[in-house]
């Protein structure tokens, strides 16, 4: 158990006089921008999700494409939107700030999604629907670079759309007020529930209309939406507050990398000089992080080596030289999350398979209701989300409520036991999932069919695990980042998700490729590419999945776990540092001052 508080190493010193400039009335930002920015967001998210969750059925029906080339596609697509991301976050903070960046962001995802529309609606775009797989016509060059360009904007719309959209909404609140902060979080419900809506009427109407209907009409329906949320937020511009960028935290961390490299063969002793600025030449929201001993060779980016690095200011006259130990400590907070970040890879490469090979199986089974009505494929990723929606119930509502009459005081599972426990719903998930396949194959071989008599509802644990495996493994990961960055560094959690995300989506695809090609050779039937999984081995790949998901476990529990938020040591010595140059201000002679040196027992 835990408290519901706990301390992280990288502690931010106290903010002075922080509501000193607090405005006292504001022109602009507020609910009334708000209102603009959750509709925008919320018919953007039922325009992205309808693609999203039924893009595997469509390129497999429509474009003819084998299960091994699919699942490549839609991760290496998942992979390069969450890098995208990254890229535009730092676009976002670097250079065009919040509005702007969701702007472009929104005209690239409608230009993408456009050309899906057009792909389903002209039938030229595409080859001709098969009937007799696996002797089907493929895709031209051509046809699938139209494919690849609609996915590209959507990619690029991605990353400008998935970093600025609750940011740009956090923009609006002065958070420096109690008033502002109440706001803030009533904000925050409101999106996830808005959010939540659009989710549900995406993975259920849009979806049912796209599979049962016509892709066309299916692809019609986001673009309008899509089309709908550019148009309310232009509306609403003269409502916003827009801030300007800032600057990127990653910048600073690449200007570390590179003195410290330079810096290398310098050698620390007690003489040793540090630039450190004073908190008024701080980048980041005026935030000063605690002084820990971890990483202690990244402080060599901080050392003076020379008096001539420094300018007649006190300034650095070249940053890729001299960093200051704030720019140092931010870089350490980066690495100390890290081993953590491994260990969300592997329970994100299992979330990745329900959405690809899972949704194969789906097709390849009765999935009949009555005698009129088949459950379209994507609406299996419903039982995920309802999974997911039920323990957070539970264990919000339910398990944190009877432990607090018990305990006199708010408790929590602890968070390496959360991921855990999420390590091993991964396996689970995988081995039952295994277990399944091999039980569907085998009854879709004795009825010689294409299509398993087995009922999809045989699928539901696995992706019911795959929802819990999320619950627990992932919320728990996106917490630790969140809550071991001080606040000034808050984009570089969100980002350092997305690049997990992407590594998954990346290091699956390479599974699956390296399968395929050792499986295949000497002319064997792969276990992965063939277009009817009856001829695959896809229980196999699963149990190595599950395998992968082992060593996992093993990892986390013998050295990733020892880098969750420990309490730092509550020993905080008062070091007079005579090696550390602060910045001065007009020209006035350097000044000793004192710093608090909080010692990482990391």
Not at 256 to 268: D, N
Request: charged share 15%; hydrophobic share 45%; aromatic share 12%.
């Amino acid at each position: 158990m835990e408290n519901a508080t706990t301390n992280s190493p990288c502690e931010e010193e106290p903010k002075q006089d922080e509501l000193a400039s607090a405005p006292q009335a504001q022109e602009a930002g507020g609910w009334r921008s708000v209102y603009y920015i959750i509709g925008n967001e919320s018919f953007e998210k039922l325009a992205s999700m309808s693609l999203i969750s039924n893009l595997t059925i469509y390129l497999l029906t429509r474009y003819n494409l084998s299960a091994i080339f699919v699942v490549n596609v839609v991760q290496i697509w998942n992979g390069s939107s969450n890098v995208a991301s990254i890229i535009g976050a730092f676009i976002s903070d670097t250079y065009l700030g919040r509005f702007r960046t969701l702007l472009f962001g929104s005209i690239a995802s409608l230009l993408g999604i456009l050309t899906m529309t057009l792909t389903a609606g002209i039938h030229q775009l595409r080859p001709a629907n098969c009937t007799d797989r696996p002797h089907c016509q493929w895709p031209q060059p051509w046809q699938l670079g139209i494919l690849f360009f609609a996915l590209a904007m959507l990619s690029v719309g991605a990353g400008g759309i998935r970093p600025c959209n609750i940011a740009f909404g956090v923009d609006q609140f002065n958070t420096q007020t109690e008033k502002g902060r109440a706001q803030l979080e009533s904000f925050f419900n409101w999106w996830y529930f808005t959010f939540t809506i659009a989710l549900l009427i995406a993975l259920t109407g849009v979806v049912y209309v796209q599979t049962n209907v016509s892709w066309a009409l299916g692809f019609t329906i986001p673009t309008l939406c899509l089309a709908f949320s550019i148009a309310i937020f232009l509306i609403g511009q003269h409502t916003y507050i827009r801030k300007k960028p800032q600057g990127s935290v990653f910048s600073d961390m690449a200007k570390v990398i590179t003195a410290v490299c330079r810096k290398c063969k310098l050698k620390t002793s007690d003489r040793t000089r540090y630039y450190d600025p004073g908190p008024s030449e701080l980048d980041h929201n005026n935030v000063r992080l605690v002084r820990t001993d971890r990483f202690k060779f990244l402080e060599k980016a901080a050392i003076i080596s020379d008096p001539s690095e420094l300018n007649e200011q006190f300034k650095p006259k070249n940053v890729w030289r001299l960093c200051s130990l704030q720019q140092v400590e931010e870089l350490k907070c980066l690495l100390g999350i890290l081993p953590v970040w491994v260990t969300g890879i592997c329970c994100f490469i299992v979330m990745d398979q329900q959405n690809t090979f899972g949704v194969l199986q789906v097709i390849q089974t009765n999935r009949s209701i009555g005698k009129h009505f088949k459950v379209p494929p994507g609406w299996m990723n419903l039982v995920s989300m309802v999974a997911l929606s039920i323990w957070i119930f539970i264990y919000e509502c339910i398990y944190i409520r009877v432990t607090k009459k018990i305990n006199k005081k708010a408790t929590r599972l602890s968070m390496s036991l959360r991921i855990r426990i999420g390590i091993l719903l991964s396996i689970l998930c995988m081995l039952v999932a295994a277990i399944v396949e091999q039980k569907r194959r085998d009854s879709a071989l004795r009825a010689k069919s294409f299509a398993s008599p087995m009922s999809f509802a045989v699928l539901l644990p696995q992706f019911a695990l795959s929802g819990l495996n999320e619950a627990f493994a992932a919320v728990s990961i996106m917490e630790f980042f969140t809550t071991e960055m001080p606040e000034s560094m808050r984009t570089v959690a969100g980002a350092v998700f997305f690049l997990s995300l992407s590594v998954a989506n990346y290091l699956g695809s390479l599974i699956v490729n390296i399968i395929h090609k050792a499986t295949s050779h000497g002319g064997r039937n792969s276990w992965l590419g063939g277009h009817d999984l009856n001829d695959n081995k896809l229980d196999y790949y699963y149990y190595l999945i599950a395998a992968l998901g082992v060593l996992n476990f093993v990892y986390f529990n013998f050295f990733a776990s020892h880098f969750l938020g420990k309490k730092p040591s509550n020993d905080t010595k008062k070091v007079k540092p005579k090696n550390s140059i602060p910045n001065q201000q007009n020209g006035e002679p350097p000044q000793e001052k004192v710093f608090d040196i909080t010692i990482d027992p990391r």
